[in-house]
Structure formats: C-alpha cells, structure tokens
C-alpha cells in the first residue's frame, strides 16, 4: 500500500493522461478503466514490448494479461482503481526482431520474414511496413480451419501497405486488448517523448555520473555472482537520439551538447522503466526473467538520478497445448516436459516398441558378457603374475558392452524409421510445444490459433494468469498493507 500511495501523491492530478492522450487507447473499456483512475486519483500497472510481425510471439499476450490480472487483482485488494497499461515500444530500432515470426505448420516450424528495408536504423514507428500481403497469406495458410475468421480481419486490418512496423503492432494489439481493458500507450509517439524530455535532459546531464552508479552495480553483481543482463557499452549514456533519421546512443561526451539540441530522445532499456514511473503513475512492472534480472541495473540508474522506480513483478507463462497436441500426448503417455527433448523421448518409445524377445536377448547378452568377463578376470588373478594388467581385461569389458549399446542404438533407429508415424507425431507436437528447441511462447505467433479457438482464448489465459497473480497479491490480515507471497512458477 505504501508504494500506491507514494504513487498517488506525486500524481495528485488527471495532467498526465490528458498529455498522453495522443498515445493511448480512447475507445473500449480500456479507454473507460484510464479515465476512472484519472479520475479517482488511481494507479496503473504496467508492461511492454518491442514491436513484432503480427503482434510477435505468444508472450508479447502473455504480458499483457498478466498485467491485466495484476491491475484486477490490487484493485480489489485496496479499493484503489487500478489500469493495466501495455508498453509498446515503438521507438525501438531493432528490425531484425521485429521482423520475424513463427508459425507450426504441422511437424514443421515455418518462419515469415520481412524484407528489410535500405535506410538507416530507424524507430519501428518510422519504419515503413510495405506490401506484407504474401506473408498474410502464408499466416491466414497457417490457421487451418479457422473457428474466428475475424481474427484474420483484424489482423490485414491492422498490416495493411502504407502503416508502419510500429502503427501495425499497435492496432492489432488495441483490436484484441482493449475490449478485456488494456490500455496500449503507443511509446514512440511525439507525446511521449514531450513527457519524458525532463528525465532524459537529465539523464544526459549526468550521464557520466549514471554510468559510473550503473558499472559500480555491474560489478556488485558480477562479485555476488550474477552476470548482468544488459552489458554496458564504454562511453555510451543510456540516451537514444535521433538526428538526419538515424537513431543511435548519446556519447556521454556529447551528452551535454545533446542535451542543448535535440527534441528526439528516448530512453534506453534500463532507462525505459524510470522514464515509465516518471509520465505514469505507475505502482508496478510486470516483466519475464531477463526484466526483472535487470530491474537491478535499472534501480542503480535511478538512484543516480534521484528518481523512483516501480517494484517488478514477474509474468504469468504458460504453453498451450491445442486438442490436435493433446491427443498426440495422450496416445504416448507423454507430459509437456517430455518434448523438451523430442530425440530422448522418441528414444524411449522406440525402445518401448521393441519386441519383448529382443530385449530380453539383448539383457541376456550383457548379462553374459559380464559373467564371461568375471569369470576371465578371476582365473587371470590366481597367478601372482597376470599375463596381463586388469586394466586390459576391464577395458575388453567395456568394449563388449559398448558393441552391444550400439547394436541397440542400431535398432532403435531401425524402429524410429519403421514407425515413420509415431516419428510424425512427436515432430508434431514438438513443433508445437518447443519450436527449434525453445518455449512454445518465445517463439510462436498467437494468431492461428486465436482464429482456431476463438478470442476465448484469451480469457482462458487469463484466468490462469489470475491465478499467479490473484495469489502475488493478498491483503495483510491485520491491516490494510500489501504483502506478496508464493513464486511466479510456470502456469499451464
């Protein structure tokens, strides 16, 4: 409670939505949740992302109904209104992440990608989209039989020639968000910008001072044996500008005259969360591991600055295992887990497959070897001269027993390519589950199978996410604190 009303006092008026109003959602009961909190003198929550090919991998939705069950959750525990806000960072220059996205085409995980463009490293909000037509086909291609063809609709709605990377992502995500109540603040908005100026003419005031605080809890870090999660570049501030359309790091050397000059700065990552507590009256970040890893850099940058920092809160995570997925598991008895390592497991199904006969010979055969071995090393042991050295003899053991291992290795893979349909199947699901080898929602795009399923989906979401968060989040017996309680283990 004490940090909410630390909040609410430096927030004491409606001035900061009414500047923000350019960048944020206006329509739906996301735009109704904002005006209470203005109203009532309230608080947000908060959450973010740089932005992705057709609303990028699963996790850019699992953050944002994280943080919507979070906001529903400190609203009801302190009566205090309460507005998720979803951080759409679309200064961001990276094109080569948000370019990319993946779908599950069968066993096969298929990769969209968008031509990069000839300029200079731009925002995603200046970034042009051009004609992504063929990449919406292969995306539509991809839902299969679709059970919410409007999701498509929204989606070539929102990727249409003539938007940018940035004016994409943030439609799609307001079509699909703000009916549940998530507000998206566009970050790489002019107004944004206007309202993070103070903080970062700041930042480049004493940008060797925030430097120096920020290399002094790097190597806190690294003696506590911890390696920091965003490596510090010599001689860099935490500034981005933007000057003749390209975007890059102020040199603390140039901070000063920078500071005198330009109107386009930005925050960088461990900036972007002391300039998120400075224009909104924000209690709390919700962010993955890599977040709140660096939440410990970020709070060294506002201490510096003399500037508060909101507590991180880990995200809600979970893997959706469709009905097609589902019955793959079942049929082999397996768990989610089990596809981590897809190549062990379909091991051990071949192994299971193989005939109870060979098996049992193949037993018989260890066990032989190692009796004829026994009984070879005895009978060479009752000399007080060996003919030859134990180690001879142990090595021949391990040598009969390694020919034997490969015979199985040999008809392991005999079986797995015999049973071409069980092979399928764990490729299948594997591609689902842990595509190229990684979490299902680090990688996948969310749309096909929002138009499989339906929007419910979403709310299927986000009442496990409530769950975590419902749980994070209780009122003090004895008085009317918060306390947080439980871990943010993976939900399924």
């Excluded at 409670?1 to 430096?10: C, E, F, G, L, T």
């Excluded at 002019?190 to 920020?214: F, H, I, N, S, T």
């Excluded at 897809?342 to 190692?370: E, H, K, P, Q, Y």
């Amino acid at each position: 409670m004490a940090q909410i009303d630390a909040v609410r006092s430096q927030f004491v008026h409606a001035s900061w939505r009414e500047s923000l109003a350019p960048a944020l959602s206006t329509t739906g009961a996301a735009a109704e949740r904002l005006a209470r909190v203005a109203a009532a003198g309230g608080a947000v929550v908060t959450t973010g992302q740089q932005p992705g090919l057709f609303g990028g991998p699963i996790y850019t939705f699992s953050k944002a109904l994280g943080v919507l069950a979070l906001a529903d959750a400190l609203e009801a525990a302190t009566g205090i209104p309460v507005a998720p806000v979803f951080w759409a960072a679309t200064y961001d220059a990276d094109f080569a992440e948000a370019s990319v996205t993946y779908l599950a085409n069968g066993d096969r995980v298929e990769r969209l990608r968008m031509t990069p463009p000839d300029s200079p490293p731009r925002g995603m909000s200046e970034t042009a989209l051009g004609d992504v037509t063929p990449l919406l086909r292969l995306l539509e291609r991809g839902t299969g039989s679709a059970t919410d063809p409007g999701v498509m609709a929204l989606v070539r709605t929102a990727y249409h020639e003539g938007a940018t990377v940035g004016d994409a992502f943030v439609t799609l995500l307001r079509a699909l968000l703000e009916p549940l109540g998530v507000a998206v603040l566009d970050a790489g908005h002019a107004c944004v910008r206007a309202a993070e100026r103070p903080l970062m003419l700041r930042a480049l005031r004493d940008a060797g001072r925030v430097d120096a605080a920020v290399r002094a809890r790097d190597e806190l870090l690294r003696r506590e044996g911890h390696e920091p999660v965003v490596a510090q570049v010599p001689g860099l501030s935490l500034v981005f500008t933007t000057e003749h359309g390209a975007r890059s790091r102020v040199p603390i050397a140039d901070a000063p005259a920078v500071a005198e000059r330009s109107h386009e700065l930005e925050p960088n990552v461990l900036l972007r969360p002391v300039a998120e507590r400075a224009i909104l009256p924000t209690v709390a970040y919700v962010g993955g591991p890599s977040e709140v890893a660096y939440f410990a850099q970020a709070s060294a940058a506002a201490a510096a600055l003399g500037a508060p920092l909101q507590v991180v809160v880990p995200r809600w995570s979970g893997v959706i295992v469709e009905p097609h997925v589902q019955r793959i598991l079942e049929r082999y008895q397996l768990t989610v887990e089990d596809l981590r390592d897809a190549d062990g497991t379909l091991g051990r199904l071949a192994c299971n497959i193989m005939s109870g006969d060979v098996r049992d010979a193949l037993a018989r055969a260890r066990a032989s070897v190692d009796a004829v071995m026994t009984d070879l090393e005895r009978s060479l042991g009752v000399s007080d001269t060996p003919l030859v050295p134990p180690a001879v003899t142990s090595g021949a053991r391990r040598a009969l027993q390694h020919r034997l291992d490969r015979l199985e290795r040999r008809l392991v893979a005999a079986i797995k390519r015999r049973e071409a349909g069980l092979v399928r199947d764990l490729s299948t699901a594997r591609a689902a589950l842990y595509p190229n080898g990684k979490p299902q929602e680090r990688v996948l795009n969310l749309m096909p199978m929002l138009a499989r399923h339906g929007r419910s989906l979403l709310g299927l979401m986000l009442d496990r996410a409530r769950e975590q968060m419902t749980g994070l989040v209780a009122p003090a017996p004895d008085d009317s604190r918060l306390i947080a309680h439980g871990d943010a283990s993976r939900q399924r």
